[in-house]
């Protein structure tokens, strides 16, 4: 590929941009800077989040905590299940990478699978609990945060479904295949702001005791 | 990189413009005809242009609801309104210009110019750029139809508890301003995803950082502004819905909710919004004052350094607002500090465009007027923003007219008269036509007098003492005369904000015709006829300095800017994508036609909202789940658009 540089040379004549990748391809498409800006509002968002849970309780202190503190029974397991969807999911798309159609969509469906089970278990754990949305500002910091990140969670979920759906249907191949990487993208970002969220509402409150 | 297989490769085509390649391009790009077309479009000129016409309606909304609320002030013991409507009418103008006017008209502008001053052909993302101009719309239709349902927003655009829980404002009129600005937030979210992304991969070979008009420095500073700060406002509306409708203890008092919390979040992102609405007016004026003083901008790189260090420093600032709660003395300190520093940056601004001024040789024509009296605006909004900043002041000043008054001088002095000055310079290159300038100018006098007549004197009045958000007052307070200026004044604005009006539509349909850069002007969007064909650009510009058309004239930069030879980009609706510092080319993406799935998204998501207002759940999930498979039809991966394997259609 000839080299061109933003110095334009005065005679126009030979100038040549050489042959250049065209249309998404894994030369990383707007797509993927489209999603990378979202992830970014979308962590504002979730830290504005934990700022109000912080706000509330640096002001009222142990007290506004509830007898029983959330513990990790469930959030363990949780947890597990959210960094080996990850895994899957990565190992998905690999798969595509090489080619290898099946393993992507095994994979982005894997990881979908477990991204419901967590949801199955964290509604489990809501259940369980002995306080409702609207006992105390607790119980609303306590729903709404881990509610905001379940939502995402299942936005992930129908994302990586779609995709393993088109993936299925041979619509992409080891060149083709943007829109993968970018729900693949958002998903370890789910992963990731369970981490902030998992540290904030089941371990913290242990360090006040 | 791996090695691509060939099929998914192109070398594009250098070659010169023709009459073929207009013709060939042309009917590449044309659009679908008919409602479809209308209600389908992704042309970013259209856009732009509806974007401009429906916020000027908001700001027209807005002005007639100001001018309610001036007559019932002109004079002591009026009794036009009644407590409860001047309520609503103060909130309702404050939300519509705060939101539906002053963001969303830059938005217009900056939609409208951003590919074509970047030398490419649309937006990164086409069709989420009709889509957030629908959503903007709906948004907007979603909080005026609290009039019909007879439950206006009653608790100012601030919208404090506990003054805006249920127990104070049962109906369903908080409810309409909280889901409507959810709804707004998704459109300035994905707006700005679309500017700052445009902006970083889009410009024109050659056209490094550096190279870049200010103007689009200050829309992408703040779509990142933006994109951190538009989360904290839809939270708070957010958890405040809860509040309202599940009995959630955020912002009550009791059982452990705090109304603070409420301040913090809204202030977190409604002060920086003070910088979103103002920072790409400032780059507006930046761009314009040159081509009137006939030289460059004085200090570029100090004013580009300036706009992002505002932006920046404007996050650190939002408890100025809440000097008065109660917060702790260090506190006070800290951001009463920090608000005092921003001032900084905006001299720098004022020193460039002074100079720049100082040292050109100006002509005298309405943009001109507007961007020179927008520095002057500038500088007493400055002024008296010094004065709230400092603690002991604002505990006098707080919630008085004075407030109200730097607030217009901020608002309508940086916002309104950037805008205009936009509207003028490029009103040409937007329909083809001039502007009466004789009718321009005598327009522009009305305004500015009208302006200052209104809000010079509200210093008084608050120095005097008149609190603000008080529907009438007692005679003998002496406060009759400047409130009676003030409704005067208010008038002749509007009476030459109408002259603007009549200018338009003079010029629209008998303006005379303009050139392709009437303005002598140096940056790209004036090197293509006017208006600019549906493609832009028939070749891609290849950029060399900073001001690519005055070349000759300032012998800069490192080479010749090529406008009428380039790459072609012909085969399909193509445009180059460049890397994000040199801008150096990339890839060539392909760029979405013509859809109905953006509409169809917003209609199914507006419903989802009004059925959540109405509490209809069943309602509300039909129309989620209709929102989403919108979404999945309008992503679906399409050969044409080169996301499929296998397809090579070039
Ligand atoms: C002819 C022009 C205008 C006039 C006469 C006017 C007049 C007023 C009046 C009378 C109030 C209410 C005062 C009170 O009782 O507190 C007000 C508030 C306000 N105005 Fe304007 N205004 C004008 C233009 C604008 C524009 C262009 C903007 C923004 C782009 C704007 C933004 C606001 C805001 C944010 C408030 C505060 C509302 C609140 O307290 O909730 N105004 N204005
Ligand atoms: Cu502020």
């Known amino acids: 590929m000839p080299e061109t540089t933003h110095e334009i040379p005065d005679e126009q004549r030979d100038i040549s941009f050489g042959r250049l990748p065209l249309g998404s391809t894994d030369a990383r498409g707007n797509g993927w800077f489209g999603m990378a800006a979202l992830v970014v509002t979308e962590a504002c968002l979730f830290a504005y989040l934990l700022f109000s849970y912080y706000y509330m309780a640096f002001h009222f202190g142990r007290d506004w905590l509830p007898d029983e503190l959330p513990g990790f029974k469930f959030s363990v397991?949780?947890?597990?299940?959210?960094?080996?969807?990850?895994?899957?999911?990565?190992?998905?798309e690999r798969g595509i990478q090489k080619g290898r159609n099946w393993i992507c969509v095994a994979g982005l469906s894997g990881g979908a699978l477990l991204g419901i089970a967590f949801?199955?278990?964290?509604?489990?754990?809501?259940?369980?609990?002995?306080?409702?949305?609207?006992?105390?500002?607790?119980?609303?910091?306590?729903?709404?945060?881990?509610?905001?990140?379940?939502?995402?969670?299942?936005?992930?979920?129908?994302?990586?479904?779609?995709?393993?759906?088109?993936?299925?249907?041979?619509?992409?191949?080891?060149?083709?295949?943007?829109?993968?990487?970018?729900?693949?993208?958002?998903?370890?970002?789910?992963?990731?702001?369970?981490?902030?969220?998992?540290?904030?509402?089941?371990?913290?409150?242990?360090?006040?005791? | 990189m791996p090695q691509l297989p060939a099929q998914y490769t192109q070398e594009p085509e250098i070659g010169p413009i023709t009459q073929e390649l207009r013709a060939s391009l042309a009917k590449t790009w044309e659009g679908e005809t008919g409602l479809r077309g209308w209600l389908g479009t992704v042309d970013h000129k259209i856009l732009g242009i509806r974007y401009i016409i429906t916020a000027f309606v908001f700001?027209?909304?807005?002005?007639?609801?100001?001018?309610?609320?001036?007559?019932?002030?002109?004079?002591?013991?009026?009794?036009?309104?009644?407590?409860?409507?001047?309520?609503?009418?103060?909130?309702?103008?404050?939300?519509?210009?705060?939101?539906?006017?002053?963001?969303?008209?830059?938005?217009?502008?900056?939609?409208?110019?951003?590919?074509?001053?970047?030398?490419?052909?649309?937006?990164?993302?086409?069709?989420?750029?009709?889509?957030?101009?629908?959503?903007?719309?709906?948004?907007?239709?979603?909080?005026?139809?609290?009039?019909?349902?007879?439950?206006?927003?009653?608790?100012?655009?601030?919208?404090?508890?506990?003054?805006?829980?249920?127990?104070?404002?049962?109906?369903?009129?908080?409810?309409?301003?909280?889901?409507?600005?959810?709804?707004?937030?998704?459109?300035?979210?994905?707006?700005?995803?679309?500017?700052?992304?445009?902006?970083?991969?889009?410009?024109?070979?050659?056209?490094?950082?550096?190279?870049?008009?200010?103007?689009?420095?200050?829309?992408?500073?703040?779509?990142?502004?933006?994109?951190?700060?538009?989360?904290?406002?839809?939270?708070?509306?957010?958890?405040?819905?809860?509040?309202?409708?599940?009995?959630?203890?955020f912002y009550g008092v009791e059982e452990g909710?705090?109304?603070?919390?409420?301040?913090?979040?809204?202030?977190?992102?409604?002060?920086?919004?003070?910088?979103?609405?103002?920072?790409?007016?400032?780059?507006?004026?930046?761009?314009?004052?040159?081509?009137?003083?006939?030289?460059?901008?004085?200090?570029?790189?100090?004013?580009?350094?300036?706009?992002?260090?505002?932006?920046?420093?404007?996050?650190?600032?939002w408890v100025h607002h809440m000097f008065a709660t109660g917060i702790p003395f260090l506190s006070l300190s800290y951001f009463s500090g920090a608000s005092f520093i921003i001032t900084i940056p905006s001299a720098v601004s004022v020193f460039a465009w002074v100079a720049t001024i100082w040292v050109g040789r100006p002509v005298i024509k309405t943009p001109f007027l507007y961007s020179a009296s927008f520095i002057v605006m500038f500088v007493i909004a400055g002024v008296s923003g010094v004065m709230t900043a400092s603690v002991p002041a604002d505990l006098q000043l707080h919630d008085t007219y004075f407030v109200l008054a730097h607030l217009h001088y901020t608002i309508v002095g940086i916002n309104l008269f950037g805008v205009l000055a936009g509207l003028y310079f490029w009103f040409p290159k937007m329909t083809g036509r001039m502007m009466n300038e004789r009718l321009g100018v005598i327009a522009f006098w009305f305004v500015f007098f009208g302006f200052n007549l209104t809000f010079l004197p509200m210093h008084w009045t608050g120095l005097m003492g008149m609190p603000r958000r008080i529907y009438t007052y007692p005679a003998g307070t002496g406060w009759d005369l400047t409130n009676m200026l003030t409704t005067v004044g208010s008038f002749v604005m509007a009476f030459g904000i109408l002259l603007v009006l009549i200018n338009v539509m003079q010029g629209r349909w008998f303006g005379k015709r303009a050139g392709p850069n009437p303005w002598d002007a140096p940056t790209l969007e004036w090197s293509m006829p006017s208006p600019p064909p549906v493609y832009n650009f028939a070749?891609?510009?290849?950029?060399?300095?900073?001001?690519?058309?005055?070349?000759?004239?300032?012998?800069?930069?490192?080479?010749?800017?090529?406008?009428?030879?380039?790459?072609?980009?012909?085969?399909?609706?193509?445009?180059?994508?460049?890397?994000?510092?040199?801008?150096?080319?990339?890839?060539?993406?392909?760029?979405?036609?013509?859809?109905?799935?953006?509409?169809?998204?917003?209609?199914?998501?507006?419903?989802?909202?009004?059925?959540?207002?109405?509490?209809?759940?069943?309602?509300?999930?039909?129309?989620?789940?209709?929102?989403?498979?919108?979404?999945?039809?309008?992503?679906?991966?399409?050969?044409?658009?080169?996301?499929?394997?296998g397809s090579q259609n070039a």
């Open chain 1, 77 to 92: 397991p949780m947890t597990a299940l959210l960094f080996t969807s990850s895994a899957v999911v990565w190992i998905g």
């Open chain 1, 119 to 209: 949801v199955a278990l964290e509604a489990v754990e809501w259940a369980d609990k002995d306080f409702t949305l609207s006992t105390d500002s607790y119980a609303s910091l306590y729903f709404t945060v881990t509610g905001f990140h379940m939502a995402h969670v299942v936005g992930g979920v129908l994302m990586l479904l779609t995709m393993a759906l088109w993936a299925a249907l041979g619509k992409f191949d080891a060149h083709r295949r943007d829109p993968i990487s970018i729900a693949a993208f958002y998903w370890h970002f789910v992963d990731a702001v369970w981490i902030a969220v998992f540290t904030t509402i089941y371990v913290t409150p242990h360090l006040f005791n």
């Open chain 2, 59 to 249: 700001l027209i909304l807005g002005g007639l609801e100001a001018l309610v609320m001036r007559i019932q002030l002109a004079g002591p013991e009026q009794t036009l309104l009644t407590p409860e409507q001047y309520n609503e009418l103060f909130s309702m103008h404050g939300i519509t210009m705060i939101f539906l006017y002053a963001l969303p008209i830059l938005s217009g502008f900056s939609i409208f110019l951003f590919p074509l001053l970047l030398g490419t052909r649309d937006m990164a993302f086409p069709r989420l750029n009709a889509f957030s101009y629908w959503v903007f719309l709906f948004s907007g239709l979603f909080i005026y139809a609290s009039f019909l349902a007879g439950a206006v927003p009653n608790a100012g655009w601030f919208n404090y508890p506990p003054y805006s829980l249920k127990q104070y404002n049962p109906g369903m009129n908080i409810d309409f301003y909280a889901l409507g600005m959810i709804l707004l937030g998704i459109s300035t979210t994905t707006g700005s995803i679309n500017f700052l992304i445009t902006f970083l991969r889009l410009r024109a070979p050659g056209m490094s950082l550096n190279r870049t008009p200010v103007m689009l420095w200050g829309t992408t500073t703040i779509s990142v502004g933006n994109l951190l700060a538009v989360p904290a406002v839809s939270l708070a509306f957010f958890l405040l819905w809860l509040d309202r409708q599940y009995g959630t203890h």
């Open chain 2, 257 to 317: 909710g705090k109304p603070l919390l409420w301040q913090h979040l809204f202030w977190l992102y409604a002060h920086p919004w003070v910088y979103i609405i103002v920072l790409p007016a400032m780059g507006m004026v930046s761009d314009i004052l040159p081509v009137f003083c006939r030289r460059p901008l004085v200090g570029y790189s100090l004013v580009v350094l300036a706009t992002v260090t505002t932006m920046i420093l404007g996050f650190g600032v």
């Open chain 2, 539 to 645: 070749v891609q510009p290849m950029v060399a300095s900073r001001h690519p058309l005055w070349e000759d004239r300032l012998g800069e930069g490192t080479g010749r800017t090529a406008l009428d030879r380039g790459p072609m980009l012909d085969k399909g609706k193509q445009q180059l994508i460049t890397s994000m510092f040199d801008s150096e080319p990339l890839l060539v993406s392909k760029v979405a036609s013509d859809s109905l799935w953006p509409f169809f998204a917003t209609l199914t998501m507006t419903g989802f909202f009004a059925a959540l207002l109405f509490h209809w759940p069943y309602a509300a999930g039909v129309l989620g789940v209709l929102t989403l498979l919108c979404g999945f039809f309008w992503n679906w991966p399409h050969a044409q658009l080169e996301q499929v394997a």
